[in-house]
């Protein structure tokens, strides 16, 4: 069982927005502004999308954004294209201790 | 460019020892932490935990603790993950990656490690 929650799956027609979410506690996401979410692609590395909850690197298009409320985290991906299909994981620092924790991943189907 | 370059992928037996490689270049590799990241077949990612190559000072991930050993030689810009009796659970995808701020800007390739009889 992984520490951040997310759906396991989500979908969007080309065009259109799509949103996951991705849940903690007070003691990562709600405690800290140090979110990230990562784009993987099958058979290669995970790639950067979103850090410290809505900064981009660049690179990244700005159909990506990141927001946070409270415990849960949120990556909305706009303006969908086929290439954003992909698994995406959010990610939070959890403390001294646990340091960093991921999310279970969603896999999102552009349809 | 920062760039992590990992070694090839290993087939080993259980109870053996390895260790696997991550090269860094491209930026200062004494100034950032390095992590390493476990994915499990068809499974998600895991932070296992990160060394700090200035003075290799480490942080392990609880669930991870005691199972295998992070180092860094900063003399060749290399951090290592090193494990001395493997288990057939430790199959998996090894990512390394740069650190800043509890977010990973630089991945490395990946290393498949294959623990079977």
């Known amino acids: 069982q992984s520490a951040l929650t997310q759906p396991p799956s989500a979908s969007g027609s080309p065009g259109q927005s799509v949103t996951i979410s991705c849940t903690g506690t007070?003691?990562?996401?709600?405690?800290?502004?140090?979110v990230s979410w990562y784009q993987q692609h099958p058979g290669k590395a995970p790639n950067l999308m979103i850090y410290?909850?809505?900064k981009r690197p660049s690179g990244v298009p700005d159909r990506f954004s990141g927001s946070k409320s409270g415990n849960t985290a949120s990556l909305t991906v706009s303006g969908l294209q086929a290439e954003d299909e992909a698994d995406y994981y959010c990610?939070?620092?959890?403390?001294?201790?646990?340091?960093?924790?991921f999310g279970g991943g969603t896999k999102l189907t552009v349809l | 460019e920062v760039q992590l370059v990992q070694s090839g992928a290993e087939v080993k037996k259980p109870g053996e020892s390895l260790k696997i490689s991550c090269k860094g270049s491209?930026?200062?590799?004494?100034?950032?932490?390095i992590g390493w990241v476990r994915q499990m077949p068809g499974k998600g990612l895991e932070w296992m935990g990160i060394i700090y190559p200035g003075d290799s000072s480490t942080r392990n991930s609880p669930s991870f603790q005691g199972q295998v050993t992070l180092s860094a030689d900063k003399s060749i810009s290399t951090a290592y993950l090193q494990w001395s009796s493997l288990k057939a659970s430790d199959t998996a995808m090894y990512y390394c990656v740069r650190e800043v701020n509890s977010y990973f800007d630089s991945w490395g390739q990946g290393t498949l490690v294959t623990v079977s009889s």
């Open positions: 007070s003691s990562d996401i709600g405690g800290y502004n140090y």
């Open positions: 990610s939070s620092h959890a403390g001294r201790n646990n340091f960093v924790v």
């Open positions: 410290e909850v809505t």
């Open positions: 491209g930026y200062s590799f004494t100034n950032y932490w």
